[in-house]
């Protein structure tokens, strides 16, 4: 495993002020932090504010300056509807985490690089998605895998679930593990390792350890749980041309 992506699917919200976008932000990592303080940083060992080529990260409570770069991006005619801030760790150190913010598209993922090493496991991804669904209106969430592609042309090319091992080409899935925005029991996943109760909704783990994309137990646990929920209606259609 490369890296473990949680992308939500959020409710749409558009700030009123750039002051009201950073404490959205600040309380979303709170609540990151205080789910596994042990793994995820608080707000000031955040980073950011890198939007031009040059320009160093500065720190998340560096509010005035961060949020003076978002607004001279906005005035350059680019969108500065978005915060993209990196956890203190080297670019490619176990545990390093990305988030990705967009709050007028309801738009955000988490990516932990190389989560096994450093022992972030499927536990500790679901009270991370738990502690968001805390702080968030979240319609829908799932944790991708990305893995080298044995099949690809460089040994670099990775590949991950959701494009190449989801059941359904057509539906949302489940992948390492998934937030359903419903109470979800262990007779709707019989096969699920844990469910998680979280706000609105049930997060369903395939695995509680590390999901391994190359071992074929792993991918069979996660579409087997796909069949049960869409048996169910629980996995929304995504594409209606299928």
């Known amino acids: 495993m490369i890296t473990a992506t949680a992308k939500f699917n959020l409710e749409k919200i558009r700030p009123s002020s750039y002051e009201e976008g950073y404490e959205q932000t600040r309380r979303l990592l709170a609540g990151i932090h205080q789910s596994a303080p042990e793994f995820f940083p608080v707000d000031g060992m955040w980073f950011g504010g890198m939007i031009k080529p040059g320009q160093t990260l500065i720190p998340f409570q560096d509010k005035d300056e961060l949020l003076r770069r978002l607004q001279a ?16 760790s080297g670019k490619r150190l176990p545990g390093r985490i990305t988030l990705h913010y967009l709050p007028g598209f309801g738009y955000l993922t988490l990516t932990i690089y190389r989560p096994k090493e450093a022992a972030i496991d499927g536990l500790v991804m679901a009270r991370m998605l738990e502690a968001v669904a805390s702080v968030m209106k979240v319609d829908f969430a799932f944790v991708d895998v990305y893995a080298r592609d044995p099949n690809g042309a460089e040994a670099s090319d990775t590949t991950c679930y959701a494009s190449s091992f ?54 069979q646990a996660a579409n087997q749980i796909e069949r049960d929920l869409a048996d169910h209606d629980l996995l929304r259609v995504t594409d209606p041309s299928f």
Not at 73 to 88: A, F, H, M, Q, R
Not at 177 to 196: F, G, Q, R
């Open 166 to 219: 989801a059941t359904f080409p057509h539906r949302q899935c489940v992948g390492w593990m998934a937030y359903i925005p419903s109470d979800v029991t262990a007779e709707l996943a019989p096969t699920a390792e844990t469910l998680v109760r979280a706000r609105n909704g049930t997060i369903v783990v395939a695995v509680k350890s590390y999901f391994d994309i190359g071992n074929p137990a792993h991918i």
């Open 73 to 88: 991006l906005n005035e350059d005619g680019e969108s500065s509807d978005y915060i993209v801030l990196g956890s203190t």
